[in-house]
């Protein structure tokens, strides 16, 4: 069982600036692919950024591209969410996603999600 907790939401002004990380329970972090998703009320939560176990592979989507910027540090079981330029679009609870890729495994976890608001 892995344990999701995020932190570093808030409200910010376009064009400004937050980290958010999630921090990672358990022993099986380096065996994680780890994921950002977002959603806004009434609609699907949407994938905004995925980094591979050994963080050699990035992937973000289009609306972010150039903006935000995934990493991880497997020594300390984190992972992050650099967010530059951000535009009121960008608003939405950000919710931290880990998948075991161990083989025969199925895990998929969820964190509680944090609130991040552009607005001026």
């Known amino acids: 069982q892995v344990q999701l907790v995020e932190s570093g939401g808030g409200l910010v002004q376009p064009g400004g600036s937050l980290r958010l990380s999630c921090a990672a329970s358990?022993?099986?972090?380096?065996?994680?692919?780890m994921a950002w998703y977002r959603q806004v009320p009434g609609k699907e939560r949407d994938l905004v950024a995925t980094i591979s176990r050994i963080a050699g592979s990035t992937n973000y989507a289009d609306s972010v591209k150039g903006r935000f910027t995934i990493s991880r540090d497997n020594a300390r079981n984190v992972v992050h969410l650099q967010m530059n330029s951000l535009k009121p679009e960008d608003t939405a609870v950000y919710y931290c996603?880990?998948?075991?890729?161990?083989?025969?495994?199925?895990?998929?976890?969820w964190g509680q999600g944090t609130q991040v608001t552009v607005s001026s």
């Open positions: 358990g022993s099986i972090f380096k065996s994680l692919r």
């Open positions: 996603n880990a998948k075991d890729q161990r083989w025969g495994r199925t895990g998929d976890y």
